[in-house]
Every structure is written in structure tokens, then in C-alpha cells.
């Protein structure tokens, strides 16, 4: 056990993940958690999150969890005053849940849109709503944001609902850094690149079928530079280094992890 984030509450959202493995937010608990922090998990899917729990306590960390549907007003504020209760301050929000969708505004319906916006973007506002409160009364906090590359460059197919509101992050961090910047409550946002995680998995069986699937994983990695996708670990360690004091004069950024997928012409 380290101790980089000794005596630090932390918020993560989509604490669980959808399938076997680990995805982002899995990973980062238990990362957070072995660093001194006591977790606070959220999920909509409560069974995801206890696995998640089950993991830290085993490893002797400290994790309570609480199911929340993150794009509901009601159920967010609920979760941040469950939070306060159970361990009375607030000092890492880490907002991980996204929802992919594909096809462009044609294909994409109005429903479609409206969800995707609702769970990937509007729920970043909520929570920051009801969290930076606590914060500033504590004079200080770490928001990080996660994003993703489809918020800055088009991957190839058209997912017109997830990189609006994947680019729709980077103006709320951007906005809250600078408003918060003199109160020490820091705000920056991660753009993960191609990582293979369980969220991923689905989406490809989803688009393309099992048959394919070791066939389109294996075009993925060809595709970064580093010939292989980033994993849940490269986002959790990043975000372990922005939600710590050793990152303390960095805020409204954004920290691409994708293995210098971004820094390619095609
Ligand atoms: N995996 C990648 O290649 C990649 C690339 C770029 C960005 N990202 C981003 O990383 C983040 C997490 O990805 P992951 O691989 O950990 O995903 P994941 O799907 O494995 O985990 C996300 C968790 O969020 C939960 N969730 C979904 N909707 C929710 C809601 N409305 N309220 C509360 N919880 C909800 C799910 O139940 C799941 O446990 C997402 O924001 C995603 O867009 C991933």
C-alpha cells in the first residue's frame, strides 16, 4: 500500500465494469485505494460495483459503495450527501461513466442523442453541482473528468452523440479549473485513446458480432503507434497523478493517454 492519496476521500463513478476485466473506473478505485484513499463507489449496476468493493477490501483498502444512476438529479445529490455521511468530506471526484453510441446525426435518434448527452456530459455537471460545495468549504478538491481522443479526432466511423459529448467535457473542466483555480479546487480531464477494456469489448461484439472479435482487436493495436492498445491501468495511473498533491499547480488541462495515437496523420 502506498500512501499518495493517505486520508483523501474519493468519489468514482462507474466504479464497476460491464463485463470480465477491468475498465477505467475499476482500475482506479482499487489504484486510489491502494494508495491510502477511502473509495467511494458509484454505479448503476450495484453488482459490478461490489465486485469492485470485494477487490479492495480484500486487499485491505476501505470502499463503500452506493448504486446511482449518474445522469438523475435526484439520485447524484442522494449519493453525495450518502458520501458525507459515511466519511464527511469529499476530495477526488472522479467522473468515469460514458456510454458509446455510433452513426451520425442521421442514423443517431433524438432519444439516442439526448441519452448519450445525458449520462456522458450532463452528468459531470451534477455532480461537480452538489460536490464543488463541500470542497470549497474545505478549501480545496480534485475533479477529473474523463473524456476520450473521439472528442478531438474522428476515429474512422461516425459516433456524432459520444464525441459531442465527449468535446462538451473539456469546456465544462475548462470552465470550472478557472473558477475554482483561486479556491484550490482543480479540475483537468483525461482523453483515453484506444484502450482495450471491457466497455470496448461490448461495444465491438455489439457492432460487428463474436466471429469477429479477436480479428478487430487485432486492427486496433496495429493501429497505435505503440502497436498495442493502452489497458485500464494507463488511465487509472493518470488519474491517480492529477487526483494527488504531486499534481498540485496542474489544472484545466488535458492529458491525452493513448500511446501517441493523436500525434498520427492518419
Ligand atoms: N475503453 C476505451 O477505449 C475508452 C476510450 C476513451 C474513453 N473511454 C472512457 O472511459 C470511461 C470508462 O470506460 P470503461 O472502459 O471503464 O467502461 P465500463 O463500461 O467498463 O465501466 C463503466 C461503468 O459505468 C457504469 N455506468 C454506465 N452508465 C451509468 C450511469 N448512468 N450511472 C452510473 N453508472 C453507470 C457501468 O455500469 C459500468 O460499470 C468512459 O467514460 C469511456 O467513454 C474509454
Request: aromatic share 8%; net charge neutral; glycine share 10%.
Amino acid at each position: 500500500m502506498g500512501d499518495r492519496l493517505k486520508n483523501k476521500v474519493a468519489i468514482v463513478t462507474g466504479a464497476g465494469s460491464i463485463g470480465p476485466g477491468w475498465g477505467n473506473g475499476k482500475a482506479t478505485s482499487v489504484l486510489f485505494a491502494r494508495e491510502g484513499a477511502k473509495v467511494f463507489a458509484v454505479d448503476i449496476n450495484l453488482a459490478a460495483v461490489k465486485e469492485t468493493q470485494e477487490i479492495i477490501q480484500q486487499e485491505g483498502g476501505d470502499c463503500s459503495v452506493h448504486k446511482t444512476d449518474v445522469s438523475k438529479s435526484d439520485e447524484v445529490k442522494a449519493m453525495v450527501d450518502r458520501c458525507i455521511d459515511v466519511y464527511g468530506r469529499i476530495d477526488i471526484l472522479h467522473n468515469n461513466v460514458g456510454i458509446t453510441t455510433l452513426g451520425g446525426p442521421v442514423e443517431t435518434s433524438e432519444e439516442t442523442w439526448d441519452h448519450a448527452h445525458a449520462v456522458n456530459l450532463k452528468s459531470m455537471f451534477l455532480t461537480c453541482k452538489y460536490v464543488l460545495p463541500y470542497m470549497e468549504q474545505q478549501t480545496g478538491g480534485s475533479i477529473i473528468n474523463i473524456s476520450s481522443v473521439g472528442a478531438i479526432r474522428y476515429p474512422g466511423f461516425s459516433y456524432a452523440a459520444y464525441s459531442a459529448s465527449k468535446a462538451g467535457i473539456m469546456g465544462l473542466t475548462k470552465d470550472i479549473a478557472l473558477q475554482y483555480a483561486e479556491k484550490n479546487i482543480r479540475a483537468n480531464t483525461i482523453l483515453p485513446g484506444l484502450m482495450n477494456t471491457p466497455l470496448v469489448t461490448a461495444s465491438l461484439k455489439k457492432a460487428y458480432g463474436d466471429a469477429d472479435i479477436e480479428k478487430i482487436i487485432a486492427q486496433r493495436d496495429a493501429q497505435c503507434p505503440m502497436k498495442k492498445m493502452g489497458d485500464a491501468w494507463d488511465v487509472a495511473y493518470a488519474a491517480l497523478f492529477l487526483a494527488c498533491d504531486e499534481s498540485k499547480y496542474i489544472t484545466g488541462i488535458q492529458l491525452v493517454v493513448d500511446g501517441g495515437l493523436v500525434c498520427k496523420f492518419s
